[in-house]
């Protein structure tokens, strides 16, 4: 029982220092210095291409949203609001996703990478035109213009 309890205090001392004695807290992910923000919008679908839905409309309105919100959309940059919007026949998925440098530590070495610390997403039918998608897009980027200003407002 001892040993358990040595253990589980070690763990929690582990997790609550962190590597390398720094202190880590719970984030939602959208966390952010600065303002500037790349949009990458994902290769579409034929099917998309079949009801008008562009790469170019829907990152225009990507960017004009983030705009709107104080946002600066930027070409470059290694923090990116990622978008997928996949049109089959009549269905439809579309993805937003924030991705950012993530570090991590193994007994090999610390590595970089680009990960998705938040994302949402949204599925379903439209009529065979890009306006009802883009308004699904809309609906998703007040979500993540909310919760993105909601954990940035206070810096």
Request: net charge positive.
């Amino acid at each position: 029982m001892k040993l358990k309890n040595v253990l589980l205090l070690s763990f929690l001392l582990l997790v609550s220092q962190g590597a390398r004695g720094q202190n880590y807290q719970a984030g939602t992910g959208l966390e952010w210095d600065g303002n500037e923000m790349r949009v990458l919008v994902e290769d579409l679908t034929a099917d998309a291409g079949k009801i008008g839905l562009t790469g170019e409309q829907i990152k225009t309105k990507c960017e004009v949203r983030l705009r709107q919100a104080g946002l600066n959309p930027t070409d470059g940059g290694d923090r990116l609001l990622y978008v997928n919007v996949n049109v089959v026949g009549r269905g439809f998925n579309i993805r937003l996703a924030i991705g950012r440098p993530v570090h991590y530590a193994t007994s090999r070495g610390t590595f970089l990478i680009v990960a998705h610390t938040w994302d949402a997403s949204t599925a379903g039918t439209h009529i065979g035109e890009p306006k009802f998608i883009l308004s699904q897009l809309d609906l998703l980027l007040d979500q993540f213009i909310a919760e993105f200003l909601k954990v940035n407002s206070s810096k």
